[in-house]
């Protein structure tokens, strides 16, 4: 019977994790809070968060668990600077800087910000975090996990069989031979920013043409066995992220695209620019498919569990269930490092002696919001504010009109995806509205695909494979097969949709677009504009409603409008 | 005394490519406080207040975008704002105190697009007036700030947000002071740590 609070930061995408005699009770995003993207900060304000939703003080907790070894992660970061001699020099003051103003400390950081002696603070390995935030959330058992990201410690992929105290190591593969790296040079090839713009090269690879597949074959080589190698030469030194690529990667795929020249897939030079997300996103997706045969090989397991930050690629994803050796396929919705959190509370609640409760695990996990206090700064914006009766129903008759709903309601989600607690809506079936969403209110580039939600009894009539494990978090994407779904689609005829269980937050609004008004799906994206945070707070909606105008904001029951 | 003061003055613009640098930063600094303000409204208590906060952010990050154009007009090329975290100083100094932090800041910020706006109405007059546009903002800002610390109404904010105020212009000085000695201690640490080059190995490939 214990309180473990699990923390991930100082990387990328800093959140903390609070579970509770096995049972998860709170997880929170740092970026959502401080409203900085990505925000790799210590997760000050995200523990507070997650101690309040629990009802606990910071003494209260039995233990608190940081997602990776510190020490060894400076170990492998001082070496790598010096195996680049004598080019890391800049790099090797940098890293010192960071390690020695705090990143070395976050074990007494995190005990004096809780308020619990140093010696209840313990850190877990950055792998085995990723792999329990899967095992230990996954709807089914007799799974086999497989973690792959940039890099951990010194690990890149491994394969983990569950056990009693915890995920257990099979196999791994080290840095730099990482699948996440690789992508990773791609997208700052691409020009666009790592850690955050690896989504958008999946969705412009949907565009291009794979005919740069043997270049890039020749970069990375994916052996029989499922492991595989990076040539060097292709790749950065991963010293600058902007520039993980390297030399023979310029040469053979022609200059990087230069970041501040707005898209055209009409032309040309974009068009090879497509291409190559073409070519890497099929390289991609025969790798992690390697992977998973290895990881079947290798336990025997009927199913498999993913995490890691390359788990976030829904299309590799599809593929691992449609044509890998696995009755079903799972992928923790927190997949980046954010998750290493939740992982990390979930080993620690393990090492003392509770066992992790799967069925307490929901994506809704974040702060809550205040309707009251929303209206009322509402008001004092000069907005107008209403309370209204049944906001599903009212939502839906907006969305039949062909408005943009922004529509906030309870727990704010875990992970990078909107799934219907902070979310904006409009009609699946108009491309013209879809256009609008991405341009006007979201300001992103016209590649960007969108989702669909549809109400889980509907899925299997309107897409092809779906339901499955992942369709309720948006983790991998189905071909489109019903009517209806034409501003939903992406251009190469799939879709990332959502299936809506009955309870879940989308599911009395979909009720009401079926009844009202004969619609059966809603097109559905994050609450964000873009390279911002998913807004969390009421405060934060009315932020977004204000700069980014949709036509109506829902905040549970309030309706707010200009 | 006044002569050398605008003689450095006119040189902070008038070195090459110091125009732009010095509008990225500004840039960068109305991001951040808008960041600041967002917080801010997220986490007073004060539905009137809070309003308040998020209209200053909105203003904040315009004037963002504003001198992000302006940067890129100067430096004749496409630029970016770098992504960077804020101090949260709500979170860190409590209302009263981030109030007076705040109007310290949007004084000083005031002044200086004051003489900004001065210098440039002869030399780039459209510049000038984009700085002007601001302008309007900051003393709206340094206004609002007054009196909402008067109603918050807690006299030692002040001295307080002085002191860190203070505390932050030092310890950016003391920075810059002691960066290139840091530098120079950790290039010489490289160095001799060279000969471990050697024997640093590339991970292995292949299953562990
Ligand atoms: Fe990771
Ligand atoms: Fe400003
Ligand atoms: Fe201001």
Known sequence: ?562 | MRALADFVYTLSWRLPGRTWRRLLAFAEAEAESALELRCAAALTTDAARAARYLEHAADEARHAQILLRRAELAKQAPSMLPRRGHAHLFARLGEAAFLAFVHLGERRGRRQFEAHVRFFEKRDPALANALRSILADERRHEAYTAELLTAVGEPRATRRARWLDRGMRWRRAGGALTEPLFALTMGLLYLLSAPLAALVRRGPAGWR
């Open chain 1, 1 to 562: 019977m214990a309180a473990v609070l699990g923390i991930s930061a100082h990387y990328h995408d800093a959140a903390a994790a609070l579970v509770v005699d096995g049972r998860i009770v709170a997880a929170q995003q740092e970026e959502r809070l401080s409203r900085v993207k990505n925000d790799p900060s210590l997760p000050r304000q995200a523990i507070d968060a997650c101690l309040a939703l629990g009802g606990l003080r910071g003494p209260d907790l039995d233990r608190v668990v940081f997602y990776e070894n510190p020490y060894r992660k400076l170990e492998r970061i001082l070496v790598g600077a010096l195996g680049a001699f004598p080019r890391g020099a800049r790099f090797f003051r940098r890293a010192l800087r960071d390690q020695l103003g705090d990143k070395l400390w976050v074990l007494d950081e995190l005990a004096a910000h809780c308020g619990v002696p140093r010696a209840r603070v313990d850190f877990v390995a950055h792998h085995a975090s990723h792999a329990a935030s899967a095992l230990d959330t996954a709807p089914f058992g007799e799974a086999v996990a497989l973690t792959i990201d940039g890099v951990g410690e010194a690990e890149s992929t491994a394969i983990w069989r569950p056990g009693p105290g915890g995920p257990e190591a099979l196999t791994a593969l080290e840095h730099p031979h990482s699948l996440g790296l690789f992508y990773a040079a791609i997208t700052a090839f691409l020009g666009f920013r790592v850690n955050e713009g690896e989504y958008k090269v999946m969705g412009l690879a949907a565009f291009g043409e794979p005919r740069f597949r043997e270049a890039l074959d020749r970069m990375v080589t994916l052996h029989d066995d499922g492991a595989f190698t990076l040539r060097p030469d292709a790749f950065g030194d991963h010293l600058r992220l902007d520039r993980a690529y390297g030399d023979a990667m310029v040469r053979a795929l022609g200059p990087p695209r230069d970041p501040h020249r707005p898209w055209d897939l009409e032309a040309t030079a974009d068009r090879h620019y497509a291409d190559v997300a073409a070519s890497a996103q099929d390289l991609l997706e025969d790798a992690v498919l390697g992977l998973a045969r290895a990881a079947h090989r290798r336990s025997g397991a009927r199913h498999l569990v993913l995490a890691g930050g390359v788990a976030l690629n829904c299309r590799a994803n599809a593929r691992v269930l449609a044509e890998g050796p696995f009755g079903r396929v799972y992928v923790h919705p927190a997949a980046g490092d954010a998750g290493g959190a939740l992982g990390a509370a979930l080993l620690g609640a393990r090492q003392l002696g509770d066992t992790p409760d799967p069925g307490s695990f929901t994506p809704a996990l974040g702060v809550r919001v205040d309707p009251g206090h929303t209206a009322a700064v509402a008001a004092h914006l000069g907005l107008r504010g209403e309370r209204v009766a049944d906001p599903a129903a009212d939502a839906a008759a907006r969305l039949a009109e062909g408005a943009i709903v922004a529509w906030v309601q309870g727990r704010a989600e875990w992970g990078p995806r909107a799934l219907g607690q902070r979310s904006l809506l409009t009609r699946a079936d108009d491309e013209s509205l879809r256009d609008v969403l991405n341009r006007r209110i979201k300001g992103r580039e016209p590649f960007r695909p969108f989702a669909p939600a549809v109400r889980t009894a509907h899925a299997a009539a309107l897409f092809e494979g779906a339901p499955n494990d992942m369709t309720p978090t948006m983790t991998t994407v189905c071909r489109v097969a019903g009517e209806g779904l034409a501003g939903a689609t992406h251009v190469d005829g799939t879709a990332r949709v959502q299936t809506v269980e009955p309870g879940g937050a989308l599911d009395p609004l979909l009720e009401a677009l079926e009844r009202d008004h004969g619609l059966r799906a809603v097109l559905h994206t994050s609450l964000n504009a873009a390279g911002e945070p998913l807004v969390a707070r009421g405060t934060d909606a009315l932020d977004f409603f204000v700069r980014r105008k949709p036509d109506v904001l829902y905040v549970e029951d309030l309706r707010i409008t200009r």
